[in-house]
């Protein structure tokens, strides 16, 4: 089945530092990835998508590139502020009827001024 | 961006009681809703997916009875846990999945947080 898997966290960074977290997928066919960012208690956000290889999704600073030869979506920003903190998820979705979304299991980043 | 909404946000209530909560898709219309649970410090678990107009489809380990999902309209879709238990105290969150642009896309409301004493 659908699998999803990042970076463990917590991340802890310095403002003004350079943020990579790590998501790779297992999926059949040819799915759509996504970020979502969920701060404090909240529901999550759509951060930012692709929905076929080498496409690159990107906001508010943030970028990922969908990359099918290694199965990856990694998110990255270059120079990450204190209102960043938030929980990262890497998802997926395989189509189907429904376009059920396959979540890894959230990276927590906090980032210090 | 497309809006979710869900009321309320947050609920305390008492042990045997249910609980209802709304999901209400602002600008768009959505056939399909799809209701989480979320425990602290972990990912979401997807409780159901419910289509306007038919039954939900739950997942695997969710009991039906004790979760009853409505999808009676567009916009609209409610999640009543029925007899609550301190148990069942957790966050509950909804998505709605935007048809244009693809389709492919879900949107989240703020959460539900519901605390059963």
């Known amino acids: 089945g659908d699998s999803v898997t990042q970076m463990e966290g917590p991340v802890t960074l310095s403002e003004e530092a350079f943020l990579t977290i790590n998501c790779t997928y297992t999926?059949?066919?040819?799915?759509?990835l996504f970020w979502y960012v969920q701060y404090p208690g909240e529901g999550l956000q759509l951060l930012l998508k692709?929905?076929?290889?080498?496409d690159k999704g990107s906001n508010k600073g943030f970028e990922a590139t969908y990359r099918k030869e290694t199965t990856s979506f990694h998110l990255e920003k270059g120079s990450v502020q204190v209102s960043d903190s938030a929980v990262y998820f890497c998802?997926?979705?395989?189509?189907?009827?429904?376009?059920?979304?396959?979540f890894g299991k959230g990276t927590l980043l906090t980032v210090n001024p | 961006g497309a809006v979710v909404s869900q009321h309320p946000s947050r609920v305390i209530c008492k042990s045997g009681t249910s609980v209802k909560i709304e999901c209400r898709s602002l600008d768009f219309q959505a056939t399909t809703m799809f209701w989480y649970r979320q425990f602290p410090k972990q990912s979401l678990m997807l409780m159901a997916t419910s289509n306007e107009g038919s039954k939900a489809t739950y997942e695997q380990g969710v009991e039906k009875d004790k979760f009853l999902i409505n999808h009676a309209s567009l916009t609209l879709s409610t999640l009543t846990v029925t007899s609550a238990h301190p148990e069942d105290s957790s966050f509950y969150i909804c998505s709605a999945r935007d048809l244009r642009g693809g389709g492919e896309t879900q949107y989240f409301g703020p959460g539900t947080r519901l605390l059963v004493l």
């Open positions: 998802a997926l979705s395989s189509g189907g009827s429904n376009y059920k979304l396959t």
């Open positions: 692709a929905t076929k290889a080498d």
């Open positions: 999926a059949t066919g040819y799915p759509s």
